[in-house]
């Protein structure tokens, strides 16, 4: 690993401390270097924040460095005046010579414009360090912006021999399996906080009436979707692109979550797969998806697949 890898790395790890507050703005990490020392730190912390080249520069203690040193951010610093003013007109500011970039913004409001405010001043711009593991750290934003509607998540638990729940009816008061322990539990909660909305089926919220908030995790609770037989997929989720929605949590049973496989319509699957057996019941849905992480909790694993 080169030192613009190291740095832009350290950027991604503070990037990732936004998680779950940012959105919509997506999470940006900055690091400062003079002569191959990191004399400064920030992130973008909370949405309506100041971002993080401002954070990092005001994290440095002695300004006249600036002038000889390096800044590594994992996204174009905007051009544009928005809740905050622009990142790139302080980096000229502060006469920072040298800024090395993840990738470029591609919102329309910046999209290369903060690169050549940059270079027009005389700042040397390098572009596409680590770049893609700097898309993947912003998918949600990345998404939201390129194919103009929210980041799609499937979540679902079953059992080893691949069911979901047992056959209920509504009225009949049966309770559903559970399948999550207390761990994977806190776990869903835990990213349900970091997304900004979750949808079920009718089905589900007349059976279960979930309540689909983080009571078991601190952090915002996304907005609550059901889906509506009424209206095809594709308005509802325009419905949440149009209020800002960067990412959606499929939370449905077999019958929804399968709707949006059959569409190829999601981006990522977390499948939680207990160590008991059901022997029948809700057959759990099948994706064909590229399994990119697995992680043990005491008698489940969660894994994780991103669409092909």
């Known amino acids: 690993m080169n030192n613009q890898e190291q740095y832009m790395r350290r950027c991604l790890q503070l990037a990732a401390l936004g998680r779950g507050f940012t959105a919509p703005n997506p999470m940006v990490g900055a690091v400062i270097v003079w002569q191959d020392i990191i004399i400064g730190e920030g992130f973008h912390r909370r ?5 993080a080249e401002v954070n990092a520069i005001a994290d440095v203690c002695s300004e006249n460095l600036l002038k000889e040193s390096t800044l590594y951010v994992n996204l174009e610093p905007c051009s544009h005046h928005g809740k905050t003013p622009p990142c790139a007109e302080l980096i000229i500011k502060k006469h920072i010579p040298r800024v090395v970039v993840g990738h470029i913004d591609p919102c329309p409001k910046v999209s290369g414009q903060g690169l050549k405010m940059l270079q027009e001043a005389g700042v040397e711009v390098v572009c596409g360090v680590l770049e893609e593991e700097c898309k993947a750290m912003n998918c949600r934003f990345l998404t939201y912006i ?3 509607r929210p980041y799609i998540i499937l979540k679902w638990a079953q059992t080893a021999d691949g069911f979901i729940d047992k056959i209920r009816e509504t009225g009949d008061k049966q309770r559903p399996v559970r399948i999550s322990n207390e761990l994977t539990k806190i776990i869903v909660h835990k990213h349900r906080s970091e997304e900004s909305a979750i949808m079920v089926g009718k089905r589900t919220k007349l059976l279960d009436n979930p309540r689909l908030d983080v009571r078991y995790w601190a952090g915002n609770n996304p907005v609550k979707f059901v889906a509506d037989s009424s209206r095809t ?3 509802q989720l325009h419905d949440m692109y149009a209020q800002g929605l960067q990412s959606l949590i499929v939370e449905g049973g077999a019958r929804l ?3 949006f496989i059959n569409q190829h319509l999601w981006d990522e699957a977390d499948i939680e797969v207990a160590n008991f057996q059901l022997s029948n019941g809700v057959k759990a849905p099948k994706i064909d998806g590229i399994l990119t992480d697995i992680h043990n909790y005491g008698n ?3 894994f994780r697949y991103s669409a092909r």
Do not use: A, D, I
């Open 47 to 51: 949405y309506g924040e100041p971002h």
């Open 146 to 148: 390129e194919k103009r």
């Open 233 to 235: 997929l594709y308005e």
């Open 257 to 259: 979550l399968n709707s």
């Open 300 to 302: 489940s694993n969660v």
